[in-house]
């Protein structure tokens, strides 16, 4: 088809019969959420992220520190874009077995990868919409993975406002859900941008453990499970380590307790997004704190989200994990670590764990360390482990005594 003839043939294909084709597979293809916005400069987004890195809170995540303008412009990611349709997939998978135990797992993450499973849909989605509207589409698809605020263009397109825990919050499905975009060179009808208020719900900001949430829909990620446990190369700060609670890879506390995901979350239609379909909702963590090279890692973790953090992020976070459980049963897994980890990050976690859990072949491995290991910030973590141990040991009930809950969550 020729420029001129495509461009004919779409204005027979834009306007209300086109939106009502979209959103017809948008559904079959499992999309549970579709809103449409024209597209042009996130004016309220881009000003939001401009005071969040002027603020600092951004961390050390490059791609957020990019100019907000960039960030903000569709059309920066492509030229010929008239529209952003934006989607959004339930990945709820249900709440935490009680019974089970482990490094605790962020619900978003018990399943595949999401960018390939929401990519592959897309495409789909694209093709179809072309057969059915007999037209050519210049689309650009993507989730989480290029620089744009997908989160404003997602409240821009209707699907949902900013809750005071920074997530976008939908009036009909709570938070639990991912957003993917469309951006295609159609013109149209564009939604009303999403509407919604928390009343005077606080109840995120009195949970979160760390004091992140700063103010209304302001998260300081340097303070953020998630941000401390996937994005973080580095140490997780000693006075954080043991807020972190049991949580091995993100945290959903924040969205656990927001009143819309009480009544609106419904269960991901997604298989694979399901526990089964990937690590599921905790980690074993003597077994990943085996693992000692990033090809066994990879066997074990690849197609899912848990990758992220690499290897030495991943056994890390199972060392503050297991730490702040307080469960000896742990404590030869952490001991190997301190020996034999090439990692002086997993070395310097483990000795803090074996600190924090106590007893005496947690103290002998330390003690070992002393002799042994040759990294200055690991033996200072060695250090302030023992002196940890000799405390608790003057303390009536010893290391056991403990301001976590039963399963290693502040109360
Ligand atoms: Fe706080 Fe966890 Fe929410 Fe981060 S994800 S803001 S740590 S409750």
């Known amino acids: 088809m020729t420029e001129a003839r495509d461009t004919e043939h779409k204005g027979h294909t834009e306007g209300a019969e086109a939106r009502r084709v979209l959103e017809e597979l948008a559904r079959e293809r499992g999309f549970d959420l579709v809103g449409v916005a024209r597209a042009e400069p996130l004016v309220r987004g881009g000003e939001r992220l401009r005071q969040w890195q002027e603020a600092g809170m951004s961390a050390d995540m490059g791609y957020m520190q990019r100019p907000p303008e960039r960030l903000s412009d569709p059309r920066a990611l492509q030229k010929s874009a008239r529209s952003v349709v934006s989607l959004g997939v339930s990945y709820y998978p249900g709440d935490h077995p009680e019974s089970a135990g482990g490094g605790r797992v962020a619900r978003y993450a018990w399943g595949r990868d999401y960018h390939e499973v929401i990519k592959g849909r897309l495409f789909e ?34 699907l949902g406002f900013f809750g005071r825990n920074a997530c976008l919050i939908s ?70 380590r043991p807020k972190v609670g049991d949580w ?128 200055g910030w690991v033996l200072e973590e060695v250090r302030l482990a023992l002196e940890e141990l000799g405390e608790a040991e003057e303390k009536p009930g010893g290391a056991a005594e403990d301001a976590t809950g039963r399963d290693g969550r502040i109360e």
Not at 131 to 144: H, M, N, P, Q, S
Not at 258 to 276: H, I, L, M, Q, V
Request: aromatic share 6%; with cysteine.
């Open 248 to 375: 091995a890879f993100g945290c959903d506390i924040c969205q656990e307790v927001c009143p819309y995901n009480k009544t609106k979350a419904a269960r991901s239609r997604w298989p694979e997004f399901s526990a089964e379909a990937g690590a599921g909702p905790y980690l074993d963590i003597p077994g990943t704190l085996a693992i000692r090279d990033d090809t066994e890692f990879e066997r074990r973790f690849s197609g899912t989200p848990l990758t992220r953090p690499g290897r030495a992020g991943m056994l890390r976070n199972c060392c503050v994990s297991a730490g702040n459980q307080r469960d000896a049963g742990y404590v030869p897994a952490l001991a190997g670590c301190l020996r034999e980890d090439g990692s002086p990050l997993v070395r310097g976690h483990a000795a803090w764990a074996l600190g924090r859990i106590g007893g005496a072949e947690a103290a002998a491995a330390l003690e070992e360390s002393v002799m042994k290991e040759e990294d």
């Open 171 to 240: 009036q009909k499905a709570g938070s639990y859900f991912f957003i993917a975009d469309l951006l295609v060179d159609l013109d149209l009808p564009v939604d009303e941008q999403g509407e919604g208020t928390c009343g005077r719900c606080t109840r995120c900001m009195s949970a979160c453990p760390t004091g992140a949430i700063k103010a209304p829909g302001v998260v300081d990620a340097r303070l953020c499970i998630s941000y401390l446990t996937i994005e973080n190369a580095g140490e997780i700060p000693r006075d954080l």
């Open 125 to 158: 989605l694209r093709s179809e919409l072309e057969e059915r509207l007999g037209v050519r589409i210049k689309a650009r698809g993507f989730t989480d993975a290029v620089p744009l605020l997908e989160r404003s263009a997602a409240q821009n397109a209707g």
